[in-house]
Structure formats: C-alpha cells, structure tokens
Nanobody
Framework: QVQLVESGGGLVQAGVSLRLSCAAS????????MAWFRQAPGKEREFVAS??????YYAGSVRGRSTISRDTSKNTMDLQMNSLKPEDTTVYYC?????????????????WGRGTQVTVSS
C-alpha cells in the first residue's frame, strides 16, 4: 500500500515562487504516474500537472510558470510554481496512478495524499 504525503505549502505573496513536494512510501513508485491536483472549497478537483517517466503534462493555468519533477532515488515528486497568483490559492494534492499513462483525470488516480494548503495574498 502506497502512502503519499505532501509538504511545502504555506502563505506567500503574489509573484513569488513555491515548491511543493510529495513523498511516497510503502513501495517504489518509479514506474508509476504521479500528478498534482488542486481543489478549492465547493469546486471540483482540478488537474495541475502530471509526470510519467520523461513525459510531462501541464494544465493551461500553470503551463509556463510551473515545473513538475521527480527523484526516483528518493521516491519523491516536486512541483515548482513561479509567479504565484491569488487564484492559485487552494489545497494541492499529490496523486498516483499505477503504470506510465499520463492522465489529467482525477478518476484515473488510485492513491491520494491529504493535501497541502497554498495561500497567495495579493
């Protein structure tokens, strides 16, 4: 059973950068797809970025100012977010899907972390 734990969230000002991390435990996840989603209260979970091997995929809302990466030796995945905006404020979740198939659909991911709050003040 894989567990995912996010970290790196916090309160920041608009325009700065933030790096979120996701640590996986329980087994090696180097052959799996991992992703970041975010969800604001009362709204549907929104895809942010996904990584499977060397394949990366970003939502339009973060493309060009975010970078997803992973360290397979550490079983971790990161999301570097630059030029943060107040509309980036929400809870960010790490997700995992077995196999290397990129997806932006939350229903395709079997394992989720508990989330980390990001708040961007204007």
């Amino acid at each position: 059973q894989v567990q995912l734990v996010e970290s790196g969230g916090g309160l920041v000002q608009a325009g700065v950068s933030l790096r979120l991390s996701c640590a996986a435990s329980g087994r090696t996840v180097s052959d799996d797809t991992m992703a970041w989603f975010r969800q604001a209260p009362g709204k549907e979970r929104e895809f942010v970025a996904s990584i499977a091997g060397s394949t990366l995929y970003y939502a339009g809302s973060v493309r060009g100012r975010s970078t997803i990466s992973r360290d397979t030796s550490k079983n971790t995945m990161d999301l570097q977010m630059n030029s943060l905006k107040p509309e980036d404020t929400t809870v960010y979740y790490c997700a995992l899907r077995r196999g290397m198939i990129i997806s932006d659909q939350s229903a395709d991911y079997e394992t989720w972390g508990r989330g980390t709050q990001v708040t961007v003040s204007s």
